[in-house]
């Protein structure tokens, strides 16, 4: 039997997965007959873990115990913005970790970020496992195409504690784009407009038949649906507080309350002018008195309170064109991905932008783990092989001295990636340095993502200068980044892969996946239980759009349909792509970085950077030798490192 792999859309609000096989691409539903299911993991008393929109339903009278909205956190530290937001909003614990990293604390246990992405990983993979009959242990997963390395590499530690074996960490855009022209011969500039739950990312592709390069991507971390959902509950909080002059934000119980009607409104704006919001019990006072909230609220008044979150997009937008020398009159098709973009507001934004009608065939919450399911297959040989071009979404850069950050693999740069910059040390016979890697797209060095440090030594020692030692930076199609550095002369290496500080290290990683914690995913032994308990305190006039149950035929210019109806609501379970044998197959922010950089330093030393001798080598403060460097064919003006950031 051919190898079984799979493609999963790790969502922030959902995940979807889906499998090709014998030319058609299905995506599965769970046990409870839905195709997309909820990111929320609820922890029950007993010690299982449920996983869907089934755990969802239990916010309300649990929010202690779910958790929901963890990729926003991934990869991130525990001082960030994003991070102080969610320990403000939700009622689960979020504390720290050791080196400033991320835990959730659920009835006395505490769980990194990857174990919980994990746990949303095993259901997909369960629910994989129920339609195919067998175990699956490959996949291709997907993140924001703006994931930094850090956030690559904690999502890919999540697949690892799932019992998955990553294939490749795809970026969701271009997912999008694979689905969108895989087998169909296609020569086509296209725009992946990307609104997902946490994150928006725009990529711009170049389709040549089964050849997909990735010109330019850029993104925002701190941009998706879940925003738009703030703003409705603002809305909704305000007008509780004027009527009773108490805040519900500052109760975890009336707070979920007030997030799943913002969620409910927002959908039935998708399709109705205007949704009237009715909760029966926002909460109680102390006396035992009922207080409630009735609210009306139209398309025109959400997309007011909205309008400067989707200029935001287009901002970004503008950023990719530049990047890759294009207008948008050269596009051929723009192509939407994720739940917000069903807003009518998003998408007659998106087609003023654009000067053209986004596709509307195409499914924005299944796209993107079709487009997965579709690589995977190629890779273990069940479909004809496609060329992926992906690039690297930001600069990687070294620190230098005053503060600086050298660029040593540009952003949009073609992934996988190898480039060499050769340093020499700053003073007689020095016996180490210290490396600093960065990732971001400013000069100034703590305003980017510090991915890590490392000390070489073991190099011969000589004057200044003399000593010639080759840094390599590696980034492989995954996006993640590996760091070498040699002594020219004696060939003696030392090397690591750059993983986040806060995240986990090998031996805890190999004591999880013995622990087996995402083998308590019980979601499918629940869901008769579930399903009889649904709750729905909330009231949302108008239908709220589902999937709908047509089966899709392929047509000659798209897998999807015949570009003219309307799939973005949800459609069957399978996409037939016809005929393909001939083919050929949520960033730490800068202020953060502040704060990182500023106890990185209290840590190491008050003098020891990038390039440098160990602190307590090193030299006084009036010493001003400086870290001489040359890069061959790659320099432009010589740079200088030195043991002092200034």
Do not use: W
């Not at 960065?438 to 510090?450: I, K, L, P, S, V």
């Not at 090397?495 to 500080?501: P, R």
């Amino acid at each position: 039997m051919a190898e079984i792999a799979v493609g999963i859309d790790l969502g922030t609000s959902n995940s979807c997965v889906s499998i090709m096989q014998d030319g058609e691409v299905k995506v599965l539903d769970n046990a409870f007959g839905e195709r997309t299911s909820a990111s929320v993991v609820h922890f029950h008393e007993d010690g299982s873990v449920e996983v869907g929109n089934s755990a969802k339903a239990k916010v309300i009278h649990a929010p202690a115990q779910t958790v929901r909205s963890a990729k926003r956190l991934i990869g991130r530290y525990h001082f960030s913005e994003e991070v102080k937001k969610a320990q403000a909003v939700y009622a689960y614990e979020i504390v720290e970790a050791p080196n400033h990293g991320v835990r959730i604390e659920i009835r006395e246990e505490e769980f990194s970020l990857p174990e919980i992405s994990a746990m949303v990983l095993r259901e997909m993979k369960q629910i994989a496992e129920r339609h195919i009959g067998n175990k699956v242990t490959k996949a291709v997963i997907t993140v924001p195409a703006y994931f930094n390395d850090n956030q690559r590499q904690a999502t890919k530690d999540a697949g690892r504690i799932a019992g998955l074996d990553v294939l490749r960490i795809l970026n969701e855009p271009t997912a999008a784009a694979l689905a969108y022209g895989f087998g169909m011969g296609l020569n086509q500039r296209v725009a992946v407009y990307d609104l997902g739950g946490g994150t928006f990312d725009i990529s711009v592709l170049e389709i040549g038949k089964d050849i997909f390069e990735v010109l330019a991507t850029c993104g925002d971390t701190f941009l998706g649906g879940d925003d738009f959902d703030d703003r409705i509950i603002d809305l909704l909080a305000d007008d509780f507080v004027g009527k009773y002059k108490i805040n519900p934000r500052n109760d975890p119980y009336a707070y979920e309350k007030l997030k799943l009607a913002a969620e409910n409104a927002k959908k039935a704006l998708s399709i109705d002018e205007e949704t009237f919001v009715v909760i029966d019990e926002v909460m109680k006072t102390e006396e035992g008195e009922t207080l409630g909230l009735e609210r009306t609220i139209t398309r025109s008044e959400f997309s007011q309170l909205t309008h400067d979150l989707v200029m935001r997009t287009f901002k970004v937008c503008d950023e990719a064109l530049q990047q890759s020398d294009l207008t948008v009159r050269d596009l051929d098709g723009v192509i939407l991905v994720g739940g917000p973009t069903r807003l009518p507001m998003i998408r007659e934004a998106v087609t003023h932008y654009f000067q053209q009608e986004p596709r509307v065939d195409v499914d924005p919450d299944e796209v993107v783990s079709m487009g997965a399911a579709i690589h995977a297959a190629s890779l273990v040989g069940e479909a004809p092989d496609s060329m992926l071009l992906d690039v690297t979404p930001l600069d990687l850069r070294i620190g230098v001295a005053g503060g600086l950050a050298e660029p040593v693999i540009e952003r949009n740069t073609p992934v996988p990636i190898e480039q060499t910059r050769t340093f020499t040390t700053f003073q007689d016979h020095q016996e180490s340095v210290q490396i600093r890697v960065y990732q971001g797209d400013h000069r100034q060095a703590d305003e980017n993502a510090m991915l890590g440090q490392f000390e070489f030594s073991g190099f011969n020692k000589g004057l200044r200068s003399n000593v010639k030692i080759d840094v390599t930076f590696e980034i492989d199609a995954d996006g993640i980044v590996n760091v070498t550095a040699s002594d020219q002369a004696t060939g003696q290496q030392a090397s690591t892969q750059i993983t986040l500080s806060s995240g986990l290290a090998e031996e805890q990683m190999e004591r999880i996946i013995e622990q087996d914690v995402a083998g308590r995913v019980a979601t499918a032994a629940k869901a008769e239980a579930a399903a009889q308990k649904q709750i729905a305190p909330i009231t949302i006039s108008g239908d709220v759009p589902g999937a709908t149950a047509a089966k899709v035929t392929v047509v000659e210019d798209s897998p999807f349909g015949d570009g003219k109806t309307d799939l973005s609501g949800g459609c069957d379970d399978e996409t037939e792509l016809g005929d393909v044998s001939e083919a050929e197959l949520d960033l730490i922010d800068d202020d953060e970085l502040i704060q990182l950089t500023q106890e990185a330093d209290m840590d190491i030393g008050a003098d020891g950077i990038t390039l440098d001798m160990p602190a307590d080598q090193a030299p006084d403060d009036d010493d001003d030798e400086l870290f001489d460097t040359s890069g061959g064919d790659l320099a432009g003006p010589e740079i200088q490192l030195t043991n002092e950031e200034k």
